[in-house]
C-alpha cells in the first residue's frame, strides 16, 4: 500500500472515497431563507439529543446561520440531487425548485425527506480549517413508514450518488 502525501489536494482525493449522508442546514429570518449543504454530519448522542456537522472556517453563509435562534436540518433523499447541488453553491438562489416549510421559531425543512430535526446550536469547536458544531436537537419529524424507508443521498467521490440495493 503507498503512502499518500499529506497536502490538501492529495487529502481531498482520499478523504472522497469516503460517502457520507448529505443534509440540508436551513433557517428563515426576516423573510429570507438561507441555508446549506453538509456531507460531515453525524448523530453524537441520544442522552440529551445531539447532532454535528463540520463547516469551512471561510463560509460566509454558517455566521448568518449560527446567528439565528433555532436551524432546520433535513437528511436529503435520494430525490434531492438538484437541492443539494444548489444548496451546495457558493452563489445564486440556493432554493431554485425546492419546495420548504418554514417552522415557528425559523426553522427551515426541505420536503420530501425522511427526517427533519428542529436543533440549536449548542457548542462550536475549533477544528484546523473547519469548525465542529454541536447541536441539540429539540424536535424529530420523521416521513414514511418503517417497512418503507426514504433513500438518502450521499456525497462520493465529489459527486451525489444515490444507494443501489
Partial sequence: MNGIPLDGTALR???AHIPA???AICAEAGGERM???AS???PVSLDPPLVAFCVQNTSSTWPRLAALPRLGISVLSADHAIAARSLAA???DRFADVDTRTHDGGAVFIEGCGIHLDVTVEQELPAGDHRIVLMRVHAAH???EPDTPIEPI???RSMFRTLVA
Fill in 154 to 156: 450521499v456525497f462520493h
Fill in 90 to 92: 457558493k452563489s445564486g
Fill in 13 to 15: 482525493h482520499a478523504f
Fill in 142 to 144: 420523521s416521513a414514511g
Fill in 40 to 42: 460531515s454530519f453525524v
Fill in 35 to 37: 441555508g446549506m449543504a
Fill in 21 to 23: 449522508g448529505v443534509v
